[in-house]
């Protein structure tokens, strides 16, 4: 859906605040889908500040609902291992529907690889996804 060089530019502009606080990391993940009911982007990409304890996140999906980047939860769950969480509302699903996801990102920095599951609020089961990623910045 979109070019990683667009991600990632998208990305690099949003990490020139968060500059000050430390020393942001920009991640490209490209995912493969274990679903094929949707609702998995095929590339993301995250910023990561993890002296600043603060992330955003960009997709497909993403840039639907909110136009940038998105702030979203963020902890270290071990060194270079991020947990990222966000809720997106409005996805189109068909006709005039939308529905609302929770995402879950676990970020293996140092393997260089990704988890990324989203529960489609009312729906049934979660969605999956694994993906390898590269360091960009």
Same mark, same amino acid.
């Given at each position: 859906m979109f070019k =990683? !060089?667009?991600? #990632?530019?998208? +990305? @690099? +502009?949003?990490? +020139?605040?968060?500059?000050?606080?430390? #020393?942001?990391?920009?991640?490209?993940?490209?995912y493969t889908a274990h679903t094929s009911? =949707?609702?998995?982007?095929?590339?993301?990409?995250?910023?990561?500040?993890?002296?600043? /304890?603060t992330a955003m996140a960009y997709d497909a999906y993403i840039h639907h609902v909110n136009k940038a980047p998105l702030p979203v939860t963020f902890s270290v769950v071990k060194e270079r291992k991020y947990l990222m969480k966000w809720t997106l509302t409005g996805l189109p699903v &068909? /006709?005039? &529907?939308?529905?609302?996801?929770?995402?879950?990102? &676990? +970020?293996?920095? #140092?393997? @260089?690889? #990704?988890?990324? !599951?989203? &529960?489609?609020? =009312?729906?049934d089961g979660s969605h999956r996804g694994t993906g390898a990623c590269k360091r960009v910045k």
């Open positions: =990683g !060089s667009i991600i #990632a530019a998208a +990305l @690099s +502009l949003c990490a +020139l605040p968060l500059a000050a606080a430390g #020393a942001p990391i920009v991640y490209e993940c490209e009911y =949707g609702w998995i982007p095929d590339k993301a990409a995250y910023v990561v500040d993890e002296a600043a /304890g &068909r /006709g005039n &529907r939308t529905a609302t996801a929770t995402y879950t990102v &676990r +970020l293996d920095a #140092a393997r @260089s690889k #990704a988890t990324i !599951s989203a &529960r489609v609020h =009312g729906g």
